[in-house]
């Protein structure tokens, strides 16, 4: 084991050698003399003792003399100006700011001036540079973290691997939401006006998102996708994430309040989550590479997400088993989906109680008064965004402002997408196509209940005028 050195002052350490040979050079001088009197004038040993009592006090003077006025001399020339410099370094670890300045005597020796001198000049050279490092920082960090987690240009900032193209295999919660009918709510609105009202939307989904310690790993157009778990899983990455989905919900029923006030129509968020292993880290070339996960888990989240409506959570099989003990959920739901061998299975969640986390659905979810109409329609199957030219007749029974109770010639299956045309007018008025969500089919066609999700700014309008009366 290594022994601790000691650490001695300057003060001490030239003052102690001064002393040491001073006092070895008179030792030797008293010893010399002491000698030389002995052999040439023959004296006795009373004559030598006090002969060297006499040199030994006059030894002791010279010592004192010497130190006493090469103390002043030293401490004055070199020890004090050493010690300010010393003392300004070790300010300098606290605060930089008080250890720019020292006094100096008129008389310091020229060296100790240049040593000061350039100390100042590098000092004020490493304060300009750490300060334009830290500017760039966090710059870098203020920047990057508007398209990047904060936690993941953290990790990239400081650990050089991060850099390397590669990743790691992690289980994680990914969460997945996405506007209904956006798109073609888009086209009758200015695009500035659409921008800000994404803009507004982005923003409150993705504070709520940081706050639960989520990834916002891409933001496609309206969609969002997140992920509970990277870098580093809290334990609890699933509970997390139903709690953060839950939230976004009532925070868009919020927001609906706000936007509709200005005469806007309200927005629709549908959400899926699935847990599972996925491939995190640098994903693409040495040219351009992004932080990102890849897996099946992604797949999957994004297919229970396709299968949502409006103000719903979805949330995968492997997700309800790990959170089965503290979420409220509806029966599940079990879809065959293209690309997969078995049935994808989700559970609507309505709310999460468990010892980290609890909130509930605050958004209503009530399908208001319903109307008996009796309206022919058309309607096309949607598959993978590709519209079927097989057309499928029926004929409406009822509406309310977010569904559609119809009877159709040909069943058509649970949770299809499909594009609507009703065959009606009024008042040279005519619907123009609606798209939905087949939530609830007999075998025989006979009850059908479309879920509306996207919807032209007039017909929902004429279709609230008609609930007034209903209801009126």
């Known amino acids: 084991m290594e022994k601790k050195r000691k650490t001695r002052g300057v003060r001490k350490i030239l003052?102690?050698?001064?002393?040491?040979?001073?006092?070895?050079?008179?030792?030797?001088?008293?010893?010399?003399?002491?000698?030389?009197?002995?052999?040439?004038?023959?004296?006795?040993?009373a004559d030598l003792f006090w002969y060297a009592v006499r040199i030994i006090i006059l030894v002791g003077i010279i010592i004192v003399f010497m130190m006493v006025t090469l103390r002043k001399f030293l401490t004055d020339k070199i020890i004090n100006p050493l010690e300010a410099l010393a003392e300004a370094n070790k300010k300098a670890r606290q605060d930089y700011t008080r250890a720019n300045h020292i006094d100096l005597a008129d008389d310091a020796p020229d060296e100790i001036r240049t040593l000061v001198t350039s100390r100042a000049a590098m000092l004020k050279k490493i304060i300009s540079i750490s300060e334009e490092r830290l500017k760039l920082v966090n710059f870098i960090k203020e920047t990057f973290g508007r398209y990047l987690s904060q936690k993941v240009v953290d990790e990239i900032l400081t650990s050089p691997k991060v850099q390397q193209i590669g990743g790691s295999r992690k289980t994680v919660?990914?969460?997945?939401?996405?506007?209904?009918?956006?798109?073609?709510?888009?086209?009758?609105?200015?695009?500035?006006?659409?921008?800000?009202?994404?803009?507004?939307?982005?923003?409150?989904?993705?504070?709520?998102?940081?706050?639960?310690?989520?990834?916002?790993?891409?933001?496609?157009?309206?969609?969002?996708?997140?992920?509970?778990?990277?870098?580093?899983?809290?334990?609890?990455?699933?509970?997390?994430?139903?709690?953060?989905?839950?939230?976004?919900?009532?925070?868009?029923?919020?927001?609906?309040?706000?936007?509709?006030?200005?005469?806007?129509?309200?927005?629709?968020?549908?959400?899926?989550?699935?847990?599972?292993?996925?491939?995190?880290?640098?994903?693409?070339?040495e040219l351009r590479m992004k932080y990102g996960i890849v897996g099946d888990t992604v797949n999957r989240a994004s297919r229970i997400e396709s299968n949502s409506i409006g103000g719903q959570v979805l949330i995968g099989r492997t997700t309800f088993d790990l959170v089965k003990d503290y979420v409220t959920s509806l029966?599940?739901?079990?879809?065959?989906?293209?690309?997969?061998?078995?049935?994808?299975?989700?559970?609507?969640?309505?709310?999460?109680?468990?010892?980290?986390?609890?909130?509930?659905?605050?958004?209503?979810?009530?399908?208001?008064?319903?109307?008996?109409?009796?309206?022919?329609?058309?309607?096309?199957?949607?598959?993978?965004?590709i519209i079927s030219t097989i057309p499928i007749t029926g004929e409406t029974l009822s509406m309310d402002e977010k569904n559609i109770y119809a009877k159709t010639t040909v069943p058509v299956s649970p949770y299809t997408d499909v594009k609507l045309e009703l065959d009606f007018c009024i008042d040279a008025h005519c619907f123009d196509e609606i798209y939905a969500k087949t939530i609830e089919a007999d075998p025989l066609g006979q009850h059908t209940r479309f879920s509306i999700t996207a919807m032209r700014e007039k017909d929902k309008a004429l279709l609230a005028k008609w609930m007034n009366q209903a209801t009126g």
């Open 331 to 385: 029966p599940p739901r079990n879809m065959m989906m293209k690309g997969l061998k078995k049935p994808l299975v989700f559970y609507s969640v309505t709310a999460i109680n468990g010892p980290d986390f609890r909130v509930a659905l605050s958004s209503s979810q009530n399908r208001g008064a319903r109307i008996p109409i009796r309206i022919p329609f058309t309607c096309w199957t949607i598959q993978d965004k």
């Open 15 to 45: 003052l102690m050698g001064v002393f040491w040979r001073i006092l070895f050079i008179e030792a030797v001088l008293l010893v010399y003399s002491l000698f030389y009197r002995w052999w040439t004038e023959d004296s006795g040993p």
């Open 173 to 285: 919660t990914v969460l997945m939401s996405d506007l209904r009918g956006f798109t073609s709510l888009s086209e009758d609105r200015d695009p500035e006006t659409m921008v800000q009202l994404l803009n507004r939307y982005l923003g409150k989904m993705s504070k709520i998102i940081l706050r639960y310690d989520g990834i916002i790993d891409e933001i496609i157009g309206d969609a969002i996708l997140a992920v509970f778990g990277a870098p580093d899983s809290h334990g609890n990455d699933p509970e997390r994430a139903v709690a953060c989905a839950i939230e976004m919900q009532n925070c868009l029923a919020d927001l609906n309040r706000e936007i509709t006030a200005s005469g806007a129509l309200p927005l629709e968020m549908g959400i899926g989550i699935n847990t599972g292993q996925v491939i995190v880290g640098n994903i693409g070339s």
